[in-house]
């Protein structure tokens, strides 16, 4: 545990964009598969082994397990790919902002499937700026998770779009509706001391070491967990479904980053949260209702996706 705990606070010292971890976004794909209607799993039966990592997810899985433990590890692909050799990152900041300009701004925008092997990391959030000590905003710009949920759960609908890249599209799907339901992947906070931003709380220290990497949104992005196993997702997955009920349909993926904005900005901005850069030290009382804000929204995010899915692939 302390080697995995280690491993992600090195990922996230070069990373701010990364949700949930792996056991969170598995989470939310495992909620979502209790709720899939029998024809969606039955095409996701069908979509799921073109992906690259198939043969790698299901090895020594039974045959009857095997679509809903890829349905489950699909989840992750989209970080996955962000340690693959084999993919590239385009854009500035390392990739997580999008090309501005030329053939790079276009390539930003396509929905190839699998031919493509660009990593894609301005895809995993919008980031709606505020501040409340009046810095000046700089607006987010296209493409973001918004753009790409809707272009995804189009093509995934659309019976003109190859399999191939209705497969892509699912493990993205997957993933950044997991991403817009993490706080942190809704907003950025503009401070005096932080005048571009703080990158969705990944400039917000938790500690004062100076090799300590902790940061607010690595904070919320562990309330899950940090395992990697798709036991643990199920288990998580029955642990946040106990005494709930089905939630009213939703279907807007601009109501669902708008929800993440307002909790972001009232209860993880919030005391022992100050108004700069930290570091700051958090609190029995703010860890604890961080966890129930969690468990609320990988509820939702998990029954959002399965209606998606069920929607698309009807």
């Given amino acids: 545990m302390l080697l995995r705990l280690i491993s992600v606070f090195v990922l996230f010292a070069a990373s701010p964009a990364f949700a949930w971890v792996d056991e969170g976004h598995m989470a939310v794909a495992a909620i979502a598969w209790r709720h899939l209607d029998p024809g969606a799993k039955q095409r996701v039966a069908t979509l799921l082994p073109l992906n690259p990592s198939y043969a790698a997810w299901t090895r020594d899985v039974p045959e009857a397990d ?83 949920i809707a272009t995804f759960r189009a093509a995934l609908k659309s019976p003109k779009v190859s399999d191939d890249i209705k497969s892509y599209d699912l493990a993205w799907l997957e993933h950044l509706v997991g991403d817009i339901h993490q706080p942190m992947h809704a907003i950025t906070r503009f401070t005096r001391d932080l005048p571009d931003g703080d990158a969705g709380g990944g400039l917000v220290s938790l500690c004062a070491t100076p090799n300590c990497h902790e940061n607010l949104h690595l904070f919320w992005d562990m309330l899950i967990g940090t395992g990697d196993t ?85």
Avoid: C, M
Avoid at 246 to 275: F, H, L, M, N
């Fill in 230 to 314: 798709v036991a643990a997702a199920q288990a998580d997955a029955t642990a946040i479904s106990q005494g709930r009920f089905a939630p009213a349909p939703s279907p807007d993926e601009k109501t669902w980053i708008a929800e993440s904005t307002a909790i972001a900005e009232v209860q993880v901005y919030a005391p022992p949260i100050g108004p700069g850069k930290g570091p700051y030290v958090i609190d029995d009382a703010y860890r604890a209702n961080a966890r129930v804000v969690a468990y609320d929204r990988v509820w939702l995010a998990g029954n959002r996706l399965a209606e998606l899915i069920n929607d698309a692939l009807k």
């Fill in 66 to 148: 095997r679509t809903e433990t890829a349905f489950i590890r699909a989840a992750t692909w989209p970080d996955e790919i962000k340690k693959d050799a084999t993919y590239q990152d385009d854009g500035p900041l390392n990739g997580f902002e999008a090309p501005r300009s030329g053939p790079g701004a276009a390539a930003s925008l396509r929905n190839i499937g699998y031919a493509d092997h660009l990593r894609h990391k301005y895809w995993h959030f919008l980031d709606v700026p505020f501040s409340r000590d009046r810095t000046k905003l700089v607006p987010t710009r296209p493409p973001n998770a918004q753009t790409q």
